[in-house]
């Protein structure tokens, strides 16, 4: 007989996958055998010839997991899904059988199943794949992820709770992510008195940490879609800051900071050049932006001193838009981040405590 835990989360962005890759670290410390599933997936990529939630690729790598896509992303809605349903050409009752299938044929093989969900209950709703519904369908109380305040967090709990309450099915527990440091003795106060109405346990408060929301060289790739000039073993260096360069070659030496990503336009060789051949400046690399791409000159410049470096096409106030708005998704390849989280979850989770709450399937 295998346990289960449902992971699912207020909304976009609380750090589902962060928590979820955390306690799949911890469940296999526990448990001789560990599967991952995403019943209901979005964002999707392909996999051994199969259309499959991007967050299956992450824990195959991270976890080096052999499942069948099949059984770890049973059910994926591509481009035109919902209309499709409306339509009457997706059968839901197929769609719910299939995940009951994978689940059932998991469960035969593992000791533990870590159910991972796709935004807040509500989604997926008009078509009867929420994860209110696939918690109904599989007799599982959700464990919910909110960020760490006080009544704005509990009153997104509660929409979530009643959701739940629908479908026969209540919240299982709680996780407060994201919890900033000079709130965090009062959150851990008051948010349990706050959950004693709702009758919901707290599994613990995760702390705020920079690092999870910070960008990476291959993240600018992928927001830009092009491919670094220089540096490339430098790919995943973490961007703290970054500042753009478009004044005189003076006030550049002035206001440089170490560590720091310099955007300039291509044309602009003198900073360039100082960026590649002054050790003092320390620059994590450069966005070059403009119609053209940097001179042969340039890059050589770059490529002696292994800066990395991307070109970006476009002006250097669209490109600076792009990148504050940026929101960072965990890589494989990004082994701090993912150390980040398992380290995170074994520190500030009771994860006996998460287990103990499990359902036996």
């Known amino acids: 007989m295998a346990k289960a835990l449902f992971?699912?989360?207020t909304g976009q962005h609380v750090g589902k996958t962060t928590v979820s890759l955390g306690l799949f670290s911890a469940l296999k410390k526990r448990f001789e055998r560990v599967a991952f599933v995403k019943p209901v997936g979005q964002q999707h990529v392909v996999l051994?010839?199969?259309t499959v939630d991007k967050d299956v690729v992450l824990?195959?790598?991270?976890?080096?997991l052999h499942d069948d896509p099949d059984l770890m992303s049973p059910v994926v809605c591509t481009r035109g899904f919902t209309k499709q349903v409306l339509d009457g050409k997706i059968s839901i009752p197929k769609l719910l059988n299939t995940i009951v299938e994978a689940i059932k044929k998991l469960e035969s093989d593992y000791d533990c199943?870590?159910?991972?969900?796709t935004g807040h209950m509500g989604v997926g709703s008009i078509f009867g794949l929420s994860n209110a519904h696939v918690a109904q369908l599989l007799g599982i109380n959700p464990i919910i992820i909110t960020e760490g305040g006080l009544g704005s967090s509990f009153d997104e709990l509660?929409?979530?709770?009643s959701l739940l309450k629908t479908l026969g099915r209540k919240l299982g527990g709680v996780i407060l992510n994201k919890v900033l440091d000079d709130k965090r003795e009062m959150i851990l106060h008051y948010f349990p008195k706050a959950l004693a109405v709702l009758d919901t346990p707290m599994f613990g408060a995760i702390p705020f940490l920079p690092i999870l929301s910070t960008p990476t060289?291959?993240?600018?790739e992928l927001l830009f879609e092009t491919k670094l000039l220089t540096g490339h073993s430098k790919a995943m260096n973490h961007i703290d800051a970054f500042s753009l360069a478009a004044g005189s070659i003076e006030s550049f030496k002035d206001e440089i900071r170490p560590n720091e990503l310099v955007i300039t336009p291509s044309c602009r060789e003198d900073i360039i050049e100082e960026v590649a051949k002054n050790p003092k400046i320390q620059s994590l690399?450069?966005?070059?932006?403009?119609?053209?791409?940097?001179s042969e000159q340039a890059i050589n410049w770059l490529k002696k001193s292994d800066v990395p470096v991307l070109w970006v096409p476009g002006c250097a106030y669209d490109?600076?838009?792009?990148?504050?708005a940026l929101i960072t998704k965990i890589r494989a390849e990004d082994h701090l981040k993912v150390e980040s989280c398992i380290h995170l979850v074994e520190q500030h989770l009771d994860v006996d405590a998460i287990i103990n709450s499990a359902t036996d399937l």
């Open 59 to 64: 824990f195959r790598d991270c976890f080096t």
């Open 113 to 117: 199943i870590l159910i991972e969900g």
């Open 48 to 50: 051994e010839g199969k």
């Open 7 to 9: 992971i699912a989360a």
């Open 158 to 161: 509660n929409l979530n709770q």
């Open 217 to 220: 060289l291959r993240d600018f």
């Open 319 to 324: 490109v600076m838009k792009s990148m504050n």
């Open 285 to 294: 690399g450069m966005i070059l932006t403009g119609s053209a791409p940097p």
